[in-house]
């Protein structure tokens, strides 16, 4: 199995702060990476796939990178309705594995 | 305007099955791939089955293959997660997931572009 390692796992940060993201894959998993956000009792929501494709509708504040085994996801200019907590998923192989989660929170 | 309501949770208590039902609306069922993802309470997000279109391409998380079954109803464009020998750990809030196919370098994986708002299943004697 693909084992998915997002650090950190939460950070405090303040309203128009740059803010990234990393997600590393246990091996290559080429650019089949996608990032999701998720706020309390919400269900995640797609932002970004194919490690760096921004998902219609969400905000160009929000970009990814990476390929092979090291990925990451910037917010440029923090908003308030960012603060939430991401999460990284490979869609190279079975099982599709998520990364842990990193929590976004204020400063 | 996609929809995905998932229905069918509760408390069962261990050993017991459960069938989770997910009423698709604003788009062709068919042409899609379904997953469903769960999410224990304070928990990360798991991968728990997918089912392609056509109904042929099938595959489960270790943890519950052999007891769950992923099944659609294209005509009724409703996808269904049938549930036996429910442990404890499968505790979670369940969530219905269309997936969408994107292609790179000659190969094509999923995105989980629309998400349920997911039903609680509680396992516990």
């Known amino acids: 199995d693909i084992q998915m390692t997002q650090s950190p796992s939460s950070l405090s940060t303040s309203v128009g702060d740059r803010v990234a993201i990393t997600c590393r894959a246990s091996?290559?998993?080429?650019?089949?990476l996608n990032w999701y956000q998720q706020k309390p009792g919400k269900a995640p929501k797609l932002l970004i796939y194919a490690a760096s494709t921004l998902q219609s509708g969400v905000p160009s504040r929000f970009s990814g990178s990476g390929s092979g085994t090291d990925f990451t996801l910037t917010i440029s200019s923090l908003q308030p309705e960012d603060f939430a907590t991401y999460y990284c998923?490979?869609?190279?192989?079975?099982?599709?594995?998520f990364g842990g989660g990193t929590k976004v929170e204020i400063k | 305007e996609v929809q995905l309501v998932e229905s069918g949770g509760g408390l069962v208590q261990p050993g017991e099955s459960l069938r989770l039902s997910c009423a698709a609306a604003?788009?062709?069922?068919?042409?899609?791939?379904m997953i469903w993802v769960r999410q224990a309470a304070g928990r990360g997000l798991e991968w728990v089955a997918y089912l392609g279109p056509a109904g042929k391409d099938i595959s489960y998380v270790d943890s519950v293959a052999g007891r769950f079954t992923i099944s659609r109803d294209n005509a009724r464009s409703s996808l269904f997660l049938q549930m036996n020998s429910l442990r404890t750990e499968d505790t979670a809030v369940y969530y219905c997931v269309r997936g969408s196919p994107y292609c790179r370098g000659g190969a094509c994986r999923l995105a989980f572009d629309f998400w349920g708002q997911g039903t609680l299943v509680t396992v516990s004697s």
């Open positions: 604003g788009f062709t069922l068919s042409n899609f791939w």
């Open positions: 091996q290559s998993i080429s650019s089949f």
């Open positions: 998923q490979q869609g190279y192989s079975s099982p599709l594995t």
